[in-house]
């Protein structure tokens, strides 16, 4: 083959190849102009749907505990003011069947029997609120529980005469229930 016939060829190779690469950039051309933005903005929908499904996940995680923290709080204060008032009344009772000469009758001590069952059932139902605090609270406050359970387990052991004013119980619960608050009010 003559030089110039294989030129000729190895020219319209060439043109050939030259109109491949002028076609594969316009296809390409063609895409990204088309499809790009679309899946630039898929990319970026993805990207913060992924992001925000993070942080709704955080938030309500962080609601249900502090949804939690108020229940125990709310029961806390209702069975702490109920387990006083038992306790009062208890007190009470007793102080003035030691003052009389008489013996109480059949249904006054029915009504102190029943008076020491409802101071047991509110102090049940008390520490097992405060149980659940221990869950959804700090150590601060489980810390102050712990403590207030140890000093009523020791009141507990007292005669009538030895027993604090119900005004102890009192502070301790406003103690307690302000301690509860001040963690519920930082989250």
């Known amino acids: 083959m003559p030089l110039n016939a294989a030129l000729a060829v190895q020219g319209r190779g060439s043109m050939g190849d030259d109109n491949t690469k002028i076609e594969n950039k316009f296809v390409w051309s063609t895409i990204v102009q088309h499809w790009g933005p679309p899946a ?6 993805l990207v913060a749907g992924i992001g925000l499904s993070t942080y709704n996940s955080d938030l309500s995680n962080n609601r ?5 923290r108020a229940v125990v709080a709310d029961n806390i204060a209702n069975e702490f003011s109920t387990y006083v008032v038992n306790w009062a009344r208890l007190m009470q009772l007793r102080k003035e069947f030691d003052a009389r000469k008489d013996t109480p009758s059949p249904e006054e001590r029915e009504n102190f029997k029943r ?9 049940d139902k008390l520490f097992s609120s405060m149980d659940s605090a221990h869950l959804y ?3 601060d406050s489980s810390n102050l529980i712990a403590s207030f359970r140890e000093w009523d387990i020791q009141q507990a052991m007292l005669t009538i005469d030895q027993l604090p004013d119900p005004k102890e119980w009192r502070a301790w619960q406003v103690k307690i229930l302000r301690q509860l608050h001040k963690e519920i009010s930082n989250e």
């Open 40 to 45: 630039v903005t898929a990319i970026l929908g």
């Open 137 to 139: 609270y700090d150590d």
């Open 64 to 68: 249900f505990f502090l949804e939690k």
């Open 115 to 123: 008076t020491v069952f409802a101071r047991n059932d509110a102090r």
